[in-house]
């Protein structure tokens, strides 16, 4: 615990300095982005398919797209700039990638739980229906982030192509993501097919925790578990391969 805190204070102070807000701007940066596409589907009256307020809707999509995809952004390439820790025999490569997570979850979860209050304060939202499904959809779109990202970050270190891959893969899973629509908006043809992404899963749980009744959510909790345990072994083995040829520079 003690060295995830040192790296997670030296990977404040690399990325964002001691100048200016500092590291507020790990908060402030998703709450800018989800501020803005929110103000933008507010202002323009954008359709998204139901009654529901759009205020609420995209404040829950974006803030859980935040979550998942910046992630292997971050564990991507993390290794090589901190080859020199390495020489410390208490710092593991788990270390810098669990460093890096956590950073990016609470950068999001602060941006997703303090737009909510903002806007459920000024009356735009109304508050979620059931807190502890919203907490629970959070957790396991957190969780499939993660693995994801630990297994990205593991085999980035094996191949440079895997940065390459996820780049644009990450733009084509954007819309794909449930962000912008719930399944039950979709024809029934397509509905199965886009509950193959478990990041769906995750969004159609949180979604259906904040407002309940008023919207009819789809499903598999066993599923999305299934595939956020999967990626976590895969990405531990791979890790643990790395971990074995990684030489500190």
Known sequence: MRVIGALLMREV????????????????????????????????????????????????????????????????????????LMYHRNVKIIDVFAARLLLEAAGATTSFFVLSILWISIGWMQP????LKVLFGWFMIAWFGASLALLLGSLSERSEVVDKIWHPTAYLLFPLSGAAFMVDFLPQSVQKYILVLPMVHGVEI???????SLVHAHYDILYMATVCLVLTILAFAQERHISKKVIPE
């Open 13 to 84: 102070l690399t990325r964002y300095g001691r100048h200016n807000i500092g590291f507020l701007w790990l908060f402030i940066e998703p709450m800018l982005f989800t501020l803005g596409v929110t103000m933008l589907w507010t202002f323009m009256k954008s359709n998204h398919g139901s009654s529901i307020p759009i205020v609420a809707f995209a404040v829950t999509g974006y803030s859980s797209v935040l979550l998942w995809r910046n992630m292997p952004a971050r564990t991507i390439g993390a290794v090589e700039p901190n080859l020199s």
């Open 128 to 131: 979620p229906q059931d807190i």
């Open 206 to 212: 949180l979604r259906e925790g904040y407002f309940g």
